[in-house]
């Protein structure tokens, strides 16, 4: 079982920067590919970016690309999202999300899911 919760949300305006983090309980941390993901009001949600456990293959939307950087503290059980050059458009709630290494897509299929952290980018 693994527990998530992310902090760092909030308002900010347009072309700032905002690093989200996400704390996840247990020691199998290292062994977990991590993402995260965003849901809009009146939106599905959609994925954002995703690290794997290993070597740090990371993959990103297209709409972050550039953009956002997603990295890993495994010493800290931690998952981080840097997003630079915010636009209103990536107002969302943020999530993050972990999967059992070799268990379907980092585009998709997770089995733990924090309770997300609510960013508003104001023009």
């Known amino acids: 079982q693994v527990q998530l919760a992310e902090s760092g949300g909030g308002l900010v305006q347009a072309g700032d920067s905002l690093r989200l983090a996400c704390a996840a309980s247990g020691r199998m941390f290292s062994t977990y590919d991590m993402g995260w993901f965003r849901q809009a009001p009146g939106k599905e949600r959609e994925f954002v970016a995703a690290?794997?456990?290993?070597?740090?293959?990371?993959y990103y939307g297209d709409f972050a690309k550039g953009r956002f950087t997603i990295s890993r503290d495994n010493a800290k059980n931690t998952v981080y999202l840097q997003m630079n050059s915010l636009k209103r458009e990536d107002t969302a709630v943020y999530y993050c999300a972990a999967k059992a290494r070799y268990s379907g897509s980092v585009y998709s299929t997770y089995d733990y899911w924090g309770q997300g952290t609510q960013v508003t980018v104001s023009s």
């Open positions: 690290i794997r456990w290993n070597i740090g293959t990371t």
